[in-house]
């Protein structure tokens, strides 16, 4: 693509991004109801234990699957649907967007849509680590998906206990929450971090302390319980994020 081309397209996103819709990051709502979300999964042993946690307590939760992962894992796929969760694209092999150019972005969302088609319902996507840029966005609302980030992270990508991780979304809860945890995490490789038992605890501790005031809904549900509250701020590349993850 020559320079006047690119400085064309430039131009043309310019224009189409104040109608662009913003980002959602939680619900302006009066029912007492909040959405939990895991990411990166699904894996074949966390995530079956997570399904029957959240039984126990009739809450429904969102999944957003990594692609590669779930098209290796379809009988956990399909488990979760059966549970009555809702499935939400979360890229092929969650590299992050903001560092692909606009066709790879599109591929990233059509190859994991392809692998979730038979379970998943309304086109939700959430960009991996939450970054994003005008492209990004751009392309999910041409390819009709809505975009979902959070706004409590329990920050189970660290190295916490599992009562911390609930203290951390407590403190910050409100009915209409995003609540954002991980059944796995796809791009950690040291197994301190790797762990899901502490995640299983938070969120055991979540539903036995929350359950009997809110209902946890999928994230489609929450969204028709009130207003969705948008952001129109980007989360950049962190770089020395990335780098310290892929080594991690």
Sequence with gaps: MNRRIKQAVRNLIGIAEPYIPGTITHVSTEEPVAALTFDDGPHPVHTPRLLELLSAYGARATFFMVGETAERHPHVVKQVAAAGHEIGNHSWDHSAFPLLSGRQQRKQLRDCTRVLAPYGGDKLFRPPYGWDNITTRLDTYLLGYEVV??????????DHDGPTMA???????????IILFHDTLHTFKDERYRNREPML????????????????????????????????????????????LKGA
């Design 149 to 158: 980030t959070w706004n409590i992270a329990a920050q189970d990508w660290l």
């Design 167 to 177: 203290r951390t979304v407590m403190e910050k809860f409100v009915p209409g929450s």
């Design 201 to 244: 605890e938070a969120v055991s501790i979540i539903l036995q302390q929350l359950g009997s005031a809110i209902r946890f809904v999928t994230v489609s549900e929450l969204l028709r319980s009130g207003h969705p509250q948008r952001t129109g701020r980007y989360r950049p590349v962190r770089a020395e994020m990335l780098a310290q």
